[in-house]
DNA sequence: GTTGCCATGTAAGGTGTTACATGATTTA
DNA sequence: TAAATCATGTAACACCTTACATGGCAAC
């Protein structure tokens, strides 16, 4: 149900068609979705069957019609009301704990590979959020209020990317020279 | 496919059943799954089809049988396969960054007591972090190397929730702080 | 005597991803 | 001439969760 409000949060930004926000979301580094049509379509439909949204069809030539979206005063409560809603705990799901977890398989190269490969991935990703940083392009800074909210998440990101950089990187010189956790 | 991997891992520890996997699941605070038997079960099944586990039913009285599964050779194999591929990156998945993202609807004071249960959930869940870190229950230690390992997991995620603990009180007290962020 | 543990499993539904389909216009 | 962009949408599938169903035994 979370990408519906995230939809609806843009449009409470400024009115748009799915396709502007499948490309907001897909040149984001930090939203987590992909961006697929399937869900942003049907949460655009859905939204406007509920009152949520309202419906433009703007005629083209040359190109399909622009069916533009804009949130409707029950759209902006419907959204207040989700914001208020009881904030789920921070994820605590890596993919690569549970690799790492049986990871005793491995000999003490392959370990190493693995470890490097992994500080590559998160600092490629870091250097993106940095980026997309310093662009802050597709997002809305109404007030001074929304531009710190807004900072205040990319450097939340970026510092929790800086973190796993670190830890990544001390595992890795602990493994290579600690001659007790050489393979079995 | 990964609680596949997830369940093959617990069966290179040490033979087991379903039930047993799914305690070890749901009394983690750690492991991201919420332990459903639909998968746990299934994945069994898929396990032992596949030939990656051999089932032995243990007959009970005043219970059901037990029906107790041991990773095969060639299911060492596949796991050691799937700890070597390449990790996928960090997740960036916070739906309260989402939530934080159109706060801007809220006044001072709902701003503010958002941001406090927050804080309250991640200080709780930091906490079980710890104690399900010292007790060091449910987990595997064969070798010095995944004694190591596994305690550089559970660092990993007390760093992360310490800094986002830090992170809330930060962002909580420059909001109440900062006149320029009261509401537009 | 109701709750909880042991132990298996099924059903239904929500969420998310990849790939497909259309079709005109612009860029390389 | 192949590709990318604009713009809508569908289909199939993978993954995950909640809740249900059974049934004996032990504890409080």
Chains 1, 2 share one sequence.
Do not use: C
Request: net charge neutral.
């Amino acid at each position: 149900m979370s990408i519906k409000y995230v939809v609806l949060g843009y449009l409470s930004w400024k009115p748009m068609t799915g396709y502007d926000i499948k490309k907001i979301i897909a040149d984001s580094e930090i939203l987590p979705w992909s961006a697929s049509n399937n869900q942003i379509y049907h949460a655009l439909v859905d939204l406007n069957k509920s009152g949520l949204a309202e419906k433009k069809i703007e005629n083209q030539v040359g190109a399909p019609d622009r069916h533009v979206y804009s949130i409707t005063q029950k759209g902006v409560e419907a959204l207040r009301e989700w914001v208020l809603k009881e904030p789920p705990p921070p994820p605590t799901k890596n993919a690569f704990f549970h690799q790492l977890m049986w990871s005793d398989l491995l000999s003490q190269q392959e370990m190493d590979s693995s470890m490097e490969t992994y500080i590559n991935i998160v600092g490629e990703k870091l250097f993106l959020i940095e980026v997309e940083r310093e662009k802050q392009i597709n997002i809305p800074q109404r007030t001074a209020r929304e531009k710190f909210l807004l900072d205040a998440i990319y450097k939340n990101w970026s510092a929790h990317f800086n973190l796993e950089l670190d830890w990544a990187r001390t595992v890795h010189q602990e493994l290579t020279r600690n001659r007790k956790l050489t393979d079995a």
